[in-house]
């Protein structure tokens, strides 16, 4: 994985002297939103839970196993149609997930050291009083310094995994890789974005 971080054209080079395996490729992207959940689950581990039912631990990883694959497919399949490259789109977007891996370490430090601190009441039952009770959890959540350092290293990170996509993407298809690593920044930064408004930021 050190190789795919700093040398992505050396990677992806001998990625090309083989067929496409797209698995491997959505093992990293998984690795990289389950560790990131389990970061955040970790920081918030001493407010209520805004799910009823169930231990917030196990909606983690079962959040995490649809959210890799739905993002990891919607990603992938937007930079295929930019880049014309077929199933090596699907393996690009999956390994350049691999800053994400770093970030998602760093995240379960940070939340092991940096524990959302606040008083939240557990969430009621009424659900015409839930908007009201979310609003209060995220401003609690948003006010960590978990969240500070979860959103620096976020923006590092699509940076950096955008560099890889347009790498990669350049040796499959080297004239479409601005466009093919664009669109994926553009749609990275909008899900970021939409996760500060969300929190409050």
């Known amino acids: 994985m ?16 083989r067929e496409a395996r797209i698995w491997p490729a959505y093992a990293v992207y998984l690795l990289a939103v ?11 581990r001493s407010l209520p839970s805004p799910l009823a039912i169930g231990n917030p631990w196990l909606w983690a990883v079962v959040g995490s196993l649809v959210a890799a694959l739905a993002m990891w497919g919607i990603f992938g399949f ?10 090596r789109a699907f393996e690009v977007v999956g390994w350049a997930a691999a800053p994400g891996v ?3 370490l760093l995240l379960l430090a940070a939340g092991a050291l940096f524990p959302v601190q606040g008083v939240v009441p557990p969430a009621p039952s009424d659900p015409a009083q839930l908007a009201e009770w979310m609003k209060a959890y995220q401003a609690v959540a948003q006010s960590g310094v978990f969240t500070q350092v979860s959103r620096a290293l976020g923006l590092v990170m699509l940076i950096w995994s955008a560099w890889i996509v347009y790498t990669g993407v350049g040796v499959f298809a080297r004239s479409r890789a601005a466009l093919a690593a664009g669109v994926y920044l553009a749609l990275q930064l909008g899900m970021y974005f939409l996760g500060s408004v969300r929190l409050g930021g």
Do not use: D, I, K
Not at 2 to 17: C, D, H, I, M, Y
Not at 34 to 44: F, I, R, T, W, Y
Not at 79 to 87: C, F, K, N, P, R
């Open 78 to 87: 937007l930079v295929m149609l930019a880049s014309g490259t077929g199933a």
């Open 34 to 44: 389950l560790l990131s959940a389990l970061g955040s689950q970790l920081a918030l």
């Open 102 to 104: 770093v970030t998602g």
């Open 2 to 17: 050190t190789e795919v971080l700093f040398n992505p054209s050396g990677f992806f080079g001998r990625l090309a002297q």
